[in-house]
């Protein structure tokens, strides 16, 4: 099940393991126990630090297992086999548990200690999912770092009656002792945003030594804030950069074929390259993070969620953009039950099903086509007469039988039943007749909003919410800039955002040198 690539990839990878490991299975009869005890005793194999040992610790199932370290529980638990993307997530949590420092700011790891009372995460997965294995990350690192949160990942493939009994349609789904703590698209900083509204008293910690005055702050961490921090820190400049992820929406891309000198990549291989790059300069990194405010002024204040304060002399907004909502009856009530933003991701779940995507533009018919590949039919809607994706893509999408398209049609309410969505109304907007679709999911694919709602007061933003800039990358604040997908620049591009952000740190420099 593993390669010799891969196990010699691992016996790398575990040679600097401090703590003995043990993978406890399941003791129990399972059709997939055998296929996965194989899997667990390849991996074993790699390392004198790591052991299997087959007991009954009452865990949920047969192919369930956990971890300990020298001999004590340290509330990691998977469930089904962790291949395909969730394969990270098992050789990062027995490596940090035998000592790999964690990726989190020392003010987050703070706040997670700070929890007083027993928290049991289940973190529903797919293993073709490639948001989930943040999501799983992330707690897994919770619990190392608090004997008080235990978290379990869960195969929703390998627990399709537990999946029904809970009706969840959508991947990452996480539930918190017992109860729905967050579902659809989520990530590290939104974990804890939800963990400080429902725990407010741990974000009451000791403050750490401050930060000394920064030259330049970056707030953002995709191609722009990247790019940014980077140009800022080769200038010799005391630079932070304050993310809730690094990649931003990148990370989410699947393909990408237009970044200029590299033909093909994935969103996930450029994410790890763009923090490659920015761990090569003394760059300090908060990420899972998101700043609550901001004080104008030749000195800038910048208050973070943890309750951290920073300094700064000059500030480079990158905070890009979101995926737009319908904004109709229904679709927020339903996320996670059948509305739904990442076809990828949540595409596997409706497999034999008919689904609809909102939305003609690249993303809505590039959607289209890659659900058409596990769904029974999809029903492309547009608002526009016509559809603003490449004719190369919407002739596929004509060809396609599993594939209808409809025009100049507006989605006016998504309709549910029992908690699970079985249709959508749109207006025909050519009769003024509302027609109704009956089908179990609906992607959204129309657009991006700017990240902008916490600068409102701070800089000068469009009625859409994008930062107006000049040519140098100036907003109308002195001493602030911006750049990318937040920004009133044309093309929202990645080597566009780059360029940009990379300006913008040329002309905060400027500013400096100036002052």
């Not at 989520?186 to 400080?196: E, F, H, P, S």
């Not at 760059?283 to 208050?303: A, F, M, P, Y």
């Not at 979101?322 to 996320?335: H, I, M, S, T, Y």
């Not at 919407?394 to 908690?419: F, H």
Request: with cysteine; net charge negative.
């Amino acid at each position: 099940m593993l390669t010799n690539d891969i196990l010699n990839a691992l016996k790398t990878y575990t040679a600097t393991m401090t703590n003995d490991v043990t993978l406890v299975l399941q003791t129990g009869e399972h059709e997939k126990r055998g296929a996965l005890k194989e899997f667990l005793t390849q991996l074993v194999s790699v390392s004198e630090k790591l052991q299997l040992v087959e007991r009954d610790n009452a865990l949920r199932s047969p192919i369930s297992f956990e971890l300990e370290v020298d001999g004590i529980r340290n509330g990691i638990e998977f469930s089904g086999t962790p291949s395909g993307h969730e394969f990270n997530s098992l050789v990062l949590a027995i490596l940090q548990s035998s000592g790999t420092a964690l990726k989190l700011d020392n003010h987050v790891q703070t706040l997670v200690k700070n929890v007083d009372q027993p928290l049991h995460f289940e973190v529903f997965i797919s293993l073709s999912c490639h948001n989930c294995p943040d999501v799983v990350q992330a707690l897994n690192q919770f619990a190392l770092l608090n004997e008080n949160i235990s978290t379990e990942m869960i195969d929703g493939g390998e627990f399709q009656t537990l999946i029904e009994e809970r009706g969840i349609q959508g991947v990452p789904s996480v539930y918190l002792n017992g109860e729905l703590f967050a579902n659809g698209k989520v990530d590290t900083a939104q974990l804890l945003d939800k963990l400080l509204q429902k725990f407010p008293t741990i974000s009451q910690v000791t403050e750490a030594e401050a930060l000394p005055l920064q030259d330049i702050t970056v707030i953002g961490g995709g191609p722009a804030g990247v790019a940014s921090a980077i140009y800022a820190a080769r200038k010799g400049l005391k630079v932070t950069m304050i993310a809730d992820r690094i990649g931003g929406q990148v990370k989410d891309t699947v393909g990408i074929e237009n970044l200029i000198s590299v033909p093909q990549t994935t969103g996930t291989e450029l994410t790890k390259n763009l923090y490659g790059h920015l761990t090569e300069y003394d760059i300090t990194l908060k990420e899972h993070v998101r700043v609550d405010n901001i004080e104008k002024g030749k000195t800038k204040s910048l208050t973070l969620s943890t309750g951290e304060v920073i300094n700064t002399k000059a500030l480079i907004i990158a905070t890009g953009a979101k995926w737009r909502e319908l904004g109709v009856p229904g679709e927020k009530e339903n996320v996670g039950n059948g509305v739904a933003y990442c076809p990828h991701c949540d595409g596997p779940f409706f497999k034999g099903k008919d689904v609809a995507v909102v939305g003609g533009g690249n993303s809505g018919i590039e959607a289209a086509l890659d659900l058409a590949g596990m769904v029974n039919h999809v029903t492309v809607i547009e608002f526009l007469s016509d559809f603003k994706a490449d004719k190369l893509l919407v002739d596929k999408a004509k060809a396609n039988d599993k594939i209808t398209l409809i025009s100049n049609a507006a989605a006016k309410e998504i309709i549910a039943d029992n908690g699970k969505v079985v249709a959508i109304d749109y207006l025909d907007r050519t009769t003024d007749q509302v027609h109704r679709k009956h089908l179990a999911g609906i992607f959204v694919q129309i657009g991006l909003l700017p990240n902008s709602e916490f600068l409102k007061g701070i800089v000068e933003l469009t009625p859409h919410g994008e930062v107006i800039i000049d040519e140098k990358g100036q907003t109308s604040e002195p001493g602030i800039f911006a750049c990318g997908d937040v920004t009133t620049v044309p093309y929202k591009q990645i080597v566009v955002a780059m360029g940009e952000g990379a300006k913008a740190a040329l002309s905060a420099f400027d500013h400096l040198i100036r002052q």
